[in-house]
């Protein structure tokens, strides 16, 4: 008798990795393969297949810096836990001495202040943001590249066993984490692949320019990516990564679309600032190209442009507040001057003919 067979489709999602999948979309823009490396390691989780007596993941992200590594991280706690925060974040370069290690795993008893220590890596600091539902740890190693000795060792044992050593000689155990590791290391690579003072359109056209010719930037650069992580890691660290993830430098695209989720962040800071009923906050297509303008530095990625949007846009707003220019329910609309090299402010009355300043300084209604 013949057997009936049923073709599968082993490239489809459970519901939840599928809806982590989309929430990182929404918050994390272009990189996505760092997206669906991610998302496939929690569908292994979920599914129960995750590996024994190792984390359920070791991800190491390269590539340049402002280009979303740590921001991907966040947004997988955001959607998972509803907190970016819940990280247990460790900054490699402020763990050089030993000393300094202690804070991570505290001192053996008896020395000076053993009691006072409260190490960052202990159980509870790995279990705090775990819920009824998402039984997950995220540890974040920033900047990997700046690792001490002592703390490389401390993370390979991580990688390879799940489990560390306290200084009072208490275990942790890390088999229910994710761990993170970012590194910008070969980004000097990837530039140089770039001409000097090219900008984003320049990039871009580059890119197309070698997709064309059969060839793509963007996989010579994962490339250079790859070899630098491999020239300056041990194989022994190499090998105990599941997956290595090369970001892509942001294109003009991209940073619009980034430009658009800072904007919805600082409305959310207004509201924080002003109490509910808010402040409106709308930006005409001149405002934005000006601050995306003046945002773009290839070499700073999306941190440029944030760094724009403080300057041009959130200390003006705060000026503003707090000289009672504008406060809760007033329309704030943000526009450029005549020649469209600086943002100016106005506030918009719904409904109401607008007020006009007489030579005088002293106003009547229009
Ligand atoms: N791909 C991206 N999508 C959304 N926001 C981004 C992206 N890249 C950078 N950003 C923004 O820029 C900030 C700095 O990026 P970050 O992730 O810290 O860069 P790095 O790659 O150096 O870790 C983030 O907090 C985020 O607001
Ligand atoms: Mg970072």
């Given at each position: 008798m013949a057997a009936l067979r049923v073709m599968l489709d082993p490239t489809r999602l459970g519901q939840e990795a599928e809806t982590l999948e989309a929430n990182?979309?929404?918050?994390?823009?272009?990189?996505?393969?760092?997206?669906?490396?991610?998302?496939?390691?929690?569908?292994?989780?979920?599914?129960?297949?995750?590996?024994?007596?190792?984390?359920?993941?070791?991800?190491?992200?390269?590539?340049?810096?402002?280009?979303?590594?740590?921001?991907?991280?966040?947004?997988?706690?955001?959607s998972l836990v509803g907190?970016?925060?819940?990280?247990?974040?460790?900054?490699?370069?402020?763990?050089?001495?030993?000393?300094?290690?202690?804070?991570?795993?505290?001192s053996p008893p008896g020395y000076l202040g053993h009691r006072e220590t409260h190490p960052l890596l202990s159980q509870e600091a790995l279990n705090?943001?775990?819920?009824?539902?998402?039984?997950?740890?995220?540890?974040?190693f920033d900047?990997?590249?700046?690792?001490?000795?002592?703390?490389?060792?401390?993370?390979?044992?991580?990688?390879?066993?799940?489990?560390?050593?306290?200084?009072?000689n208490r275990r942790v155990d890390f088999s229910r984490a994710i761990i993170f590791m970012t590194s910008n290391l070969g980004s000097a690579e990837m530039e140089s692949m770039l001409q000097p003072g090219m900008g984003f359109q320049a990039v871009s056209q580059a890119a197309a320019m070698a997709a064309a010719a059969g060839a793509s930037v963007a996989k010579k650069m994962e490339r250079a990516g790859m070899e630098s992580a491999r020239r300056r890691f041990t194989p022994e660290f190499m090998n105990r990564i599941d997956k290595v993830v090369v970001f892509r430098s942001l294109g003009e695209s991209e940073l619009r679309s980034i430009l658009d989720?800072?904007?919805?962040?600082?409305?959310?800071?207004?509201?924080?600032?002003?109490?509910?009923?808010?402040?409106?906050?709308?930006?005409?297509?001149?405002?934005?190209?000006?601050?995306?303008?003046?945002?773009?530095?290839?070499?700073?990625g999306a941190r440029h442009l944030k760094r724009a949007i403080e300057r041009l846009l959130v200390h003006p707003m705060s000026n503003l507040?707090?000289?009672?220019?504008?406060?809760?329910?007033?329309?704030?609309?943000?526009?450029?001057?005549?020649?469209?090299?600086?943002?100016?402010?106005?506030?918009?009355?719904?409904?109401?003919?607008?007020?006009?300043?007489?030579k005088t300084g002293s106003s009547a209604a229009a």
């Open positions: 990182l979309r929404k918050r994390v823009v272009g990189q996505a393969d760092a997206i669906r490396q991610t998302v496939d390691l929690y569908q292994t989780f979920l599914a129960g297949m995750a590996s024994t007596g190792r984390p359920i993941g070791n991800l190491l992200f390269l590539g340049p810096t402002g280009t979303g590594k740590t921001r991907t991280v966040e947004a997988v706690a955001e907190d970016p925060r819940a990280v247990v974040k460790i900054d490699c370069a402020e763990f050089q001495h030993s000393h300094e290690i202690a804070k991570l795993v505290g705090l943001h775990q819920t009824e539902t998402v039984k997950l740890s995220f540890v974040l900047e990997i590249e700046k690792a001490s000795d002592a703390l490389w060792n401390l993370l390979l044992g991580i990688l390879d066993k799940a489990t560390l050593t306290l200084g009072d989720l800072e904007i919805d962040a600082v409305r959310d800071r207004l509201r924080q600032a002003t109490g509910t009923g808010s402040l409106t906050l709308k930006l005409s297509e001149t405002a934005r190209d000006l601050l995306l303008r003046e945002g773009s530095d290839p070499r700073y507040i707090a000289t009672g220019q504008v406060k809760e329910g007033d329309q704030v609309l943000v526009h450029v001057d005549g020649d469209g090299a600086r943002l100016v402010f106005l506030k918009e009355f719904k409904g109401v003919a607008p007020q006009r300043e007489d």
